[in-house]
């Protein structure tokens, strides 16, 4: 496909179990991030890629989440013993770092339920 | 930390007038900023780019104004349409290359 792909849509799990959400960025681009949104909220920071490595992770709450990018393409969040607070929708975005710009595409989303 | 406040309350703005939303931002001069529309259950689809050295920008119905003094954007739709509602986004790429989203307005055109 064209766009950003992430899968599953939805996720809904019990509160302690493991997750793995996963992001599919449009081919060719080099950077890729992780959001995360809250009903009313914009997209909030958690980790940015550049290529295979995490040039930013600054954004990431706490050592529960970890976000891999092994070939520099397909990328996993991976959230440990989720909470209920993790509950959100988790966007990723794809970016091709032209330039001095940073047009982002994003994909349509994988909302998290923790019960 | 950098800041970015857009008006959180609705806007509804009859069919056919301009619609104009408020961006700004605090503690940093950004070299650019952009724009982003998000509807319900998707992700933000990318609208407009305006650098610190560019006034004013506009592509089709849309305008968007850049003040550095200010540390302002104005977001301009022109003859909106019913079509036009969704959240709008505003974003700044701050110094440590994080880009920093503001939490949108809910924009409502009423037929």
């Known amino acids: 496909g064209a766009g950003v792909s992430q899968t599953p849509s939805n996720k809904v799990t019990e509160k302690g179990k493991y997750v793995e959400l996963r992001c599919d960025p449009i081919s060719g681009h080099t950077a890729l991030y992780w959001y995360r949104q809250s009903l009313g909220q914009g997209p909030e920071f958690l980790i940015y890629?550049?290529?295979?490595?995490?040039?930013?992770d600054s954004g990431l709450p706490n050592d529960r989440f970890f976000a891999v990018r092994p070939e520099g393409s397909v990328s996993t969040l991976k959230i440990q013993r989720t909470e209920r607070g993790d509950s959100a929708v988790y966007l990723c975005?794809?970016?091709?770092?032209?330039?001095?710009?940073?047009?982002?595409?994003f994909g349509p989303g994988t909302r998290l339920t923790v019960l | 930390s950098q800041k970015i406040e857009q008006n959180s309350e609705a806007l509804n703005i009859q069919e056919g007038k301009t619609a104009t939303l408020t961006c700004n931002y605090t503690n940093y001069s950004p070299a650019y900023l952009q724009w982003y529309r998000q509807d319900p259950g998707r992700g933000p689809v990318f609208l407009l780019l305006i650098r610190e050295n560019e006034k004013e920008k506009r592509k089709e119905r849309l305008k968007v104004t850049f003040d550095t003094t200010l540390k302002q954007s104005l977001f301009h739709i022109t003859a909106s349409q019913p079509a036009d509602s969704a959240t709008y986004l505003c974003a700044v790429r701050g110094g440590d290359d994080k880009i920093i989203f503001g939490k949108g307005t809910r924009l409502h055109i009423l037929p």
């Open positions: 975005a794809s970016s091709s770092r032209q330039g001095e710009t940073d047009t982002q595409y």
């Open positions: 890629f550049q290529g295979t490595g995490a040039a930013d």
